[in-house]
């Protein structure tokens, strides 16, 4: 979820702007009178909000908005007498990926810990974690690197917080004053 206003309602804004500045100038450089401007502005308002409802498009967040990368120039194959056998790389999980870390169905006791006391969260965010399963400072501190890399990029509307906040750090120094 984000923290933005609706698209509505900056459409209405500037169609409201743009009544503003019409009826300014059909007032007074046309000199139509109070209800001939008022008529104009509202159509060039209307006419103005119309455009811009028509017009939006909402910004796509999925891989499919991404430009597909360049592809690699490949070098001419070996003979194949010559190709010594292949050893398996060891993957490497990319930040994207990650690893779930342990989420709870509830706060342990039905009490979750003040998590607004991690530098950068509020109570949205708290709100967040806790639909997520994340209610308590010693889950946090318990995260390595690929649990951190999964919260960062699965975060809505906070995504790289974790690690640019250094969550696991102050959890785990408040976990173990709780």
Known sequence: MNNTAPIWMGIA???GLVFVIALGVAYILFDLGLNG???VAVIVAGGAGLALALGWRPARNDAAAA???PATPVAPAAP???VAPATPAA???SPAEGKKPEMLAAARNGQPDNLKQLSGVGPKL???LHGMGIFHFDQIAAWG???LAWMDANLQGFKGRASRDG???QAKALAEGA
């Open 13 to 15: 804004a500037i169609a």
């Open 126 to 128: 708290e709100q967040t």
């Open 91 to 93: 993957p490497v999980a």
């Open 37 to 39: 401007a008022v008529f």
């Open 167 to 169: 969550w696991v750090a």
């Open 67 to 69: 430009p597909a990368a």
């Open 145 to 147: 690197p690929q649990e």
């Open 80 to 82: 194949a007498a010559a």
